[in-house]
């Protein structure tokens, strides 16, 4: 009788040391440790730096007033945003020019995405956005940027034509936009649209420490 007792006690003390040992196993294999959110860059410049000297590029075209910082609502999700418009050809010609700061590239992917489609919008479009075959840079520093143009006629029946780029670069993403009417006329200013470009690519890539092809 007594080999009985002994022997269900140590059956006992068994289980309930395996019962200990699943309890601190256990836990480790379902609830894993996450792995840690990689800490954002620290760049030592501000935000509004990143705006290209327009001056350097058409004596013709000017900003209409100092990068403005967007509200939160109009900032995509972006940490901080800046914009401005832009004149040329005596307010013939009207752009827009945007820079976004996103916590890091990973955020600035979805953000790209959101600002491409508030930028190439379809109110009164009347042909599709296309890459006009005028543009002989290719950039080489942005992780993904997208340039296209289309024809737009407004309610009062004026017809435009509105070039857009939108260009990611870590965690920063680059927007601009240029109109003109009619749109025959954008033809006088592909070399500064190029110019643009390439101004942006160059820009960034200096900041940011990357290299311009």
Known sequence: MSRQIVLVTTLLGVLLLLATVSCLVVPQVLWPIPAPTPTPKVRDF???????????????????????????ED???????????????????????????????????????????????????????????WIGYQNLVADQIRFACADFQDYTELR??????????????????FGISPPERMADYTGFLEQMLRAIDEWMADYLGKEAE
């Open 160 to 177: 435009y034509r509105r070039c857009v780029a939108v260009s990611q670069y870590e965690e920063y993403v680059s927007a601009f936009s």
């Open 75 to 133: 900032n995509v999700g972006a940490e901080e945003a800046f914009s401005t418009r832009f004149i040329c050809d005596s307010r013939s010609a009207i752009g827009g020019y945007a820079i976004y700061r996103f916590r890091n590239s990973q955020a600035a992917v979805s953000g790209y995405r959101h600002i491409q489609r508030e930028w190439f919008y379809n109110a009164f479009r009347i042909t599709p956005y296309m890459t006009p075959d």
């Open 46 to 72: 501000a935000l509004r730096e990143l705006f290209i000297h327009l001056s350097d590029l058409s004596s013709d075209c000017r900003f209409e007033h100092p990068p403005t910082e967007l509200a939160y």
